[in-house]
């Protein structure tokens, strides 16, 4: 019986929803619109987009309260650079306070883009409103919310029939208690297709738990969490599990540096730490941060002697052999900031010290993995620094460890006219180089074996019309996957955006070239990717729609070539009902020219397929709001192939060749 659970528990919230009687807004989750346009159509970036997504998610339920934010709030909106936090709090310190998102617009270097998506996660409160943080406000004033998620998928696996241990079901609960954007309490039980519930080594129902208690602006206490979190300091080189910056789009905050703590409330189970953290201010100009944390973590051990092979972060324990993975090592960690600002300057110093309670010895054979980490303790330290002046600013941070190697990042941009921005993006990983948690900008996806240089500008000559354009060139001097020797790598992408009155125009072009192994690995060759796109969105208000076009081309042994059409709309018209509908046909010569494109979903629920050979995609999402406190989302989402009979390998094969879910959202307030 315990299978049909989640149905009954979503049968339930439908029948709750149908009783309710007050008005409702229609523009929740309509960010998620602005985040498609600026995705890319490739995977390079997914991880980066999946955790700024969920941080987007956070913030729409704790919204940043404008007028009395310190910078550390602004710094919590990821698609913000430092330029964009230091105008905006200038602004309020001269203007007093922000009435209106209307105002927005006389911050000049707040991107059109990110005018648009600002006012979804903010709120306006008058200055003499605002509420101190005492318990008897947060008993009196806090809000409960509750969240549950639910995918049913219309066919049956190869694992649901025999290799999986749990039935074919994904779904999610969350609750969290908060109070403004200062006091957040929560917890989140979450699970996996074919993983099993309230059964085996999962009798305590859900494969994953996070819990967490977020206090912020207390005293001299700015930020502490309690329970599972994420934490970054500096731009990354030595500690990030948090979100990253990323080159493909405008949400890039290249020159963002900074330590920031927030509670890990995503679904996510591979990436984050459990203890405590902390910021307390010293004095007005310093600031000491602090965390520990000491957690259980999946890994593959050696059969030999029981170490560590790989430390695992995909969170999936559906089979036996996974299962035997879940929690079979642990790790403890500590580090602490110690950061300074005053006037221009901005600086800090960093360190962290790791320990697993087995070695961690990877197979270090192939060439490309000779200099992975190996041993039992680790460590590391860095110095962050930074200046900015009106039109100008500079960051960076410059690391080193146990490695006994070096790691530096630095960003410049300079603003040389009101409507031309000009950004560069300097870094050099040794590639003997390695910190278990770092994450920054590269090419490589790696923190390692890279140097490179970033050259982009945005450029507004006119109206509503935006480019932007930038060149990346990395060199890789150690063995990388797929390539035996140092290789290189060059990354273009041109990008035109044109807004007048409703309608929006965008066109966008991408070149990368990058050197991999030849079919008998005796010398290096290019594998060259070109992605286009052009799209048209017309809001006019109560409904849109929008078309786009993607096409790919990719040389590498052979030519393989692919191109996606869609159409999507949507209306709020309807009393109570938002519905949004998309179809697109997609036909590619092979997996090389997959196209990768975002579509809209449930809360929480970060949704990039990709799609290769020939087929059509529709979905349909219709949300009912009988109050402002409650809504019940439903998506049904179908994928046919008119080239296969089968999709998918392994236990994920299915039989079948359409594929068809049903996902079913529910959001309280009370």
């Known amino acids: 019986m315990r299978r049909y659970g989640m ?8 029948s709750l929803c149908s009783s309710a009687q007050e008005e409702a807004t229609s523009q929740q989750h ?8 600026m995705m890319d159509d490739s995977d390079e970036d997914v991880a980066q987009w999946e955790s700024i997504y969920d941080a987007l998610c956070d913030l729409e339920q704790s919204p940043v309260d404008i007028n009395h934010a310190t910078r550390e709030d602004l710094e919590r909106i990821p698609f913000l650079s430092d330029d964009e936090v230091a105008d905006i709090l200038e602004y309020i310190y001269r203007n007093q306070e922000m009435k209106t998102t209307a105002e927005l617009a006389m911050i000049r270097s707040l991107t059109f883009t990110n005018r648009r998506l600002l006012p979804y996660f903010i709120v306006i409160t008058p200055v003499e409103k605002r509420s101190s943080l005492t318990l008897k406000n947060i008993i009196k004033y806090g809000e409960n919310i509750l969240t549950a998620t639910g995918n049913i998928p219309l066919y049956e696996r190869k694992g649901d029939k025999n290799g999986y241990m749990g039935y074919k079901y994904r779904h999610s609960i969350r609750y969290e208690y908060r109070y403004t954007d200062n006091f957040r309490l929560g917890i989140v039980g979450a699970q996996d297709a074919g993983e099993p519930f309230f059964s085996g080594r999962n009798s305590m129902g859900y494969d994953f738990y996070s819990y967490y208690l977020s206090i912020r602006k207390l005293g ?41 703590i927030r509670p890990h409330s995503s679904r996510s189970s591979g990436n984050y730490m459990q203890g405590g953290a902390a910021t307390v201010r010293i004095s007005p100009c310093l600031d000491l941060t602090a965390f520990v944390s000491y957690r259980y973590i999946d890994a593959t051990l050696n059969n030999d002697d029981g170490s560590i092979a790989t430390i695992l972060k995909t969170g999936y324990h559906r089979t036996e052999t996974e299962m035997k993975k879940k929690n079979n090592a642990s790790q403890f960690a500590a580090g602490a900031n110690l950061s300074f600002m005053k006037s221009h300057f901005v600086g800090g110093v960093s360190a ?32 962050d620094y930074g200046y900015r002046s009106g039109l100008f600013s500079f960051r960076g941070e410059t690391a080193t460890g146990s490695s006994h190697a070096w790691a530096t990042i630095n960003t410049m941009s300079y603003r040389l006219a009101s409507n031309f921005t000009m950004r560069l993006v300097q870094r050099y990983y040794s590639y003997k180089y390695y910190s278990l948690f770092s994450q920054s900008y590269s090419d490589g996806g790696r923190v390692q074996n890279e140097s490179g240089v970033y050259v982009g500008a945005d450029w507004k000559p006119f109206g509503g019309l935006l480019l932007s354009y930038y060149a990346d060139a990395a060199y890789f001097p150690w063995a990388r996957y797929q390539a035996s020797t140092a290789s290189r790598s060059f990354d273009n992408l041109f990008s035109a955006v044109y807004t007048t009155g409703r309608l929006t125009l965008t066109g966008r072009y991408r070149l990368k070239k990058r050197q991999k192994d030849n079919a008998d ?58 519905i949004y509908a998309t179809c697109g046909y997609f036909h590619t010569d092979d997996y090389y020219s997959s196209i990768y494109s975002y579509e809209r979903g449930m809360l929480y629920d970060f949704s990039f397929p990709s799609y290769y050979g020939e087929g059509i995609r529709y979905a349909l999402i219709v949300k009912y709001m009988p109050t402002k406190r409650l809504y019940v989302m439903a998506k049904a989402g179908t994928t046919t192939y008119f080239d296969r009979s089968q999709v998918g390998t392994a236990l994920q094969q299915v039989d079948a060749s359409s594929l068809t879910d049903i996902q079913l959202q529910l959001r309280w307030k009370f």
């Open 220 to 260: 001299r206490l700015k930020a502490l969490t309690l329970g599972r979190y994420k934490v970054k300091m500096g731009m990354g080189l030595l500690v990030n599990n948090d979100f990253s910056i990323g080159k493909t789009t405008s949400m890039a905050s290249f020159n963002k540096a900074g330590t920031a």
């Open 352 to 383: 962290y010290y790791t320990s697993l309670d087995k070695r961690l010895s990877p197979n270090t054979n192939s060439l490309y993995r000779r200099y992975y980490p190996q041993g039992e303790r680790f460590y590391g330290m860095s110095v």
């Open 30 to 37: 309509a960010w998620q619109a602005i985040i498609g346009e």
């Open 521 to 578: 690995k005796t010398a290096l060759i290019y594998k060259t990717d070109q992605r286009a796109r052009l799209a048209a969105q017309y809001d006019g208000g109560s409904w849109s729609i929008k078309a786009q076009i993607d096409g790919t081309t990719t040389v590498f042994k052979e030519r393989s070539n692919g191109y996606m059409a869609s159409l999507g709309g949507g209306t709020t018209a309807i009393r109570r009902f938002a």
């Open 7 to 14: 149905l009954v528990i979503l049968f339930l919230a439908v």
